[in-house]
């Protein structure tokens, strides 16, 4: 059933939520009836918990911020993601798991072992088919959330910080090449959209 599941991922500023909602709609106009969610959130109290998460009014301390963010994903997944796939529906999801290995694992320094083992706890049954990691580099893409007005806790952080992000993501695409393809999302939107286009012509011919 993960064969409809599709996670989109990259730092602030790459894009994804314009392409999130192309990916839905080009699945729309074939047919498919389409999911489209976010993390942290997707539910209300998984909202609440991301609410919690970007604007809290104290420190948090890593592994807190590892263990929210598996707790909004756990009450996203039962909630959301596993009905929807269940009643044949696709889902493509703004963030997922890569999320955590990139920002608590290689931004905070949080051990990969430990978000392994969350993640088999959490979901281990359940892996993307396919992830489209948009990649630009970090100057790039954080020029364009400047202007955005308020910052959350993650937008505050440093380049270092997001250089750090940006690696840990490219490693997964260069471990996981089957499921992970990178887009150069620095490229004119329609070429972006095009090699979604056929991204999910690949997905589509898999599963037909
Ligand atoms: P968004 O604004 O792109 O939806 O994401 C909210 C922030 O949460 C973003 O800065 C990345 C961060 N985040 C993590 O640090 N770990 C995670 O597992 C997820 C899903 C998001």
């Not at 994804?16 to 539910?43: F, Q």
């Not at 150069?184 to 972006?192: G, I, K, N, S, Y």
């Amino acid at each position: 059933m993960s064969g409809r599941f599709i996670t989109v991922e990259g730092i602030e500023g790459v894009g994804k939520s314009t392409n999130v909602r192309w990916l839905a709609e080009r699945l729309r106009v074939r047919g498919i009836d389409v999911l489209v969610t976010r993390e942290p959130g997707g539910t209300p109290l998984a909202e609440r918990l991301r609410d919690v998460l970007l604007h809290a009014e104290e420190a948090v301390p890593p592994v807190a911020e590892l263990l929210l963010m598996f707790a909004a994903r756990a009450v996203h997944l039962e909630n959301q993601i596993r009905p929807a796939l269940a009643a044949g529906r696709w889902v493509v999801c703004d963030r997922f798991t890569d999320a955590t290995r990139a920002y608590q694992g290689g931004g905070r320094g949080e051990a990969g072992e430990r978000i392994e083992q969350l993640a088999e706890w959490v979901h281990g049954d359940l892996t993307p088919a396919r992830t489209v990691l948009l990649d630009a580099p970090v100057d790039v893409a954080l020029a364009r959330t400047r202007d955005r007005g308020s910052e959350d806790r993650f937008e505050r952080e440093s380049l270092a910080f997001f250089g750090r992000v940006r690696a840990a993501y490219l490693a997964i695409a260069a471990r996981e090449p089957s499921r992970v393809v990178t887009i150069d999302a620095t490229a004119p939107l329609t070429q972006v959209q095009s090699r979604l286009d056929q991204i999910l012509d690949e997905i589509l011919s898999k599963s037909s």
